[in-house]
């Protein structure tokens, strides 16, 4: 089965990234890269990695002996003895793919100055003071803003359409959707959010309970949570877990009468949930690698924070699915331009509220440079600016209409 869902996962993958990529040759003379992954090519998020470090590498002309793998890396000691081990070959470019990973990497890089090291979705790069270290991350909220304005659009054409039942709303009459998170992180705290606000810009009348599996990649433990959102009435189940256990639930759900649908996560998951499906919020790597290996093959110094989105094609979602409601394509394709011209801005204070109260105030560094939300101001011309500060996303705030259940 295993061997089934990695082979899906490959074909899917290559279809979702294909929908968003651009390159262009260079040469890349005897220039070494070393890569350590928390997973491999059967998790979602690393094949994601993968895939956009092999585009970026054909692209400039960086051949497969340039570049030093190493794959299911713990978030341990043994991250910093891989990172190591990479200098030791020759690389002068490290990068490791996990949050955690981020103190082992950043303390492989004092100990070599005269190697660049990225921590991906980390930060600590802007208060370390190291020159050689730094944090990059997609603006992907971006586009689980757009995937739930998707989702928001299947709720309206339910509702519409009469098929919902009771047990799909909840006692103040709004419309369920369930959302299977990894860890109560920012990072994840920050996609559903903006996933939560797509759904809501379309139809209002929405809640959303989110459970945590503690983990990035189970495939039991996301297909369970899922399984009880469904149970509970959910109508919709998002996802920032990498795996495709949620949509082979609902999937599973869907085939057996159940109204449920599904929207992933780095992945075009219409191989294995080709009705429930309707589309997923992806990144495309290959934007930030192309950039990372070019500056450094030229001995440029890499951005201590680097975060770019729709401007750039470094998010988007994937094929949308059989089952979206009519209009879809056209609301994402104007949702995704007014992004691109800073028209819509995904955390905007009007459209939220915390405790009741509007937000005014959202700080986050404090004199040291430490990351805290309690300093540098964040909301700034009516709007939450995130990744701005630092790449990785900071928006931490548990909005109303969302509950969580740890």
């Given at each position: 089965m295993k061997k089934i869902i990695a082979l899906l996962l490959v074909l899917a993958m290559t279809l979702s990234l294909a929908a968003c990529s651009k390159s262009g040759k260079t040469?890349?003379?005897?220039?070494?890269?070393?890569?350590?992954?928390?997973?491999?090519?059967?998790?979602?998020?690393?094949?994601?990695?993968?895939?956009?470090?092999?585009k970026a590498a054909s692209s400039l002309g960086i051949k497969d002996d340039q570049i030093v793998w190493f794959y299911s890396v713990p978030e341990s000691e043994a991250c910093y003895d891989k990172c190591i081990q990479c200098v030791e070959q020759g690389c002068k470019l490290v990068i490791t793919n996990s949050y955690g990973h981020q103190a082992h990497c950043?303390?492989?890089a004092k100990e070599n100055p005269d190697v660049q090291f990225v921590a991906m979705t980390g930060d600590t790069a802007k208060k370390?003071?190291?020159?050689?270290?730094?944090?990059?991350?997609?603006?992907?909220?971006?586009?689980?803003y757009v995937s739930g304005i998707v989702a928001?659009?299947?709720?309206?054409?339910?509702?519409?359409?009469g098929l919902l039942t009771d047990k799909n709303y909840d006692a103040d009459g709004n419309v369920k959707v369930g959302y299977v998170g990894a860890f109560p992180y920012a990072e994840v705290i920050s996609g559903f959010t903006g996933f939560f606000?797509?759904?809501?810009?379309?139809?209002?009348?929405?809640?959303?309970?989110?459970?945590?599996?503690?983990?990035?990649?189970?495939?039991?433990?996301?297909?369970?949570?899922?399984?009880?959102?469904?149970?509970?009435?959910?109508?919709i189940i998002g996802q920032h877990a990498d795996s495709q256990g949620a949509p082979m639930a609902c999937e599973s759900a869907n085939k057996a009468g159940t109204i449920v649908f599904s929207v992933g996560y780095n992945v075009d998951m219409l191989s294995v949930a080709p009705t429930a499906a309707l589309t997923s919020s992806s990144n495309d790597w290959s934007v930030y690698y192309t950039y990372a290996f070019k500056t450094a093959m030229n001995g440029g110094k890499i951005a201590t924070d680097w975060s770019e989105g729709?401007?750039?094609?470094?998010?988007?979602?994937?094929?949308?699915?059989?089952?979206?409601?009519?209009?879809?394509?056209?609301?994402?394709?104007?949702?995704?331009?007014?992004?691109?011209?800073?028209?819509?801005?995904?955390?905007?204070?009007?459209?939220?509220?915390?405790n009741g109260q509007k937000v005014t105030s959202a700080l986050c560094f404090d004199s040291d440079g430490d990351f805290v939300y309690d300093q540098e101001e964040a909301i700034k011309d009516g709007y939450y600016h995130e990744s701005e500060y630092i790449s990785a996303p900071s928006f931490n705030m548990i909005i109303d209409g969302i509950t969580q259940n740890n």
């Open positions: 040469a890349s003379g005897d220039f070494k890269i070393g890569v350590v992954l928390v997973g491999d090519e059967n998790e979602g998020y690393t094949y994601a990695h993968i895939e956009g470090i092999k950043e303390q492989a370390s003071g190291l020159s050689n270290f730094s944090n990059a991350f997609n603006q992907t909220y971006q586009s689980r928001g659009l299947k709720i309206k054409e339910l509702v519409d359409s606000l797509g759904i809501k810009s379309v139809y209002d009348k929405v809640s959303m309970q989110v459970s945590y599996t503690n983990s990035w990649f189970d495939i039991s433990a996301e297909q369970q949570t899922a399984e009880k959102f469904i149970a509970d009435g959910c109508v729709y401007d750039t094609g470094a998010v988007c979602i994937t094929k949308l699915g059989a089952s979206v409601a009519g209009g879809t394509k056209e609301a994402v394709d104007k949702a995704e331009a007014d992004i691109k011209a800073g028209k819509l801005h995904v955390f905007d204070i009007e459209k939220f509220t915390v």
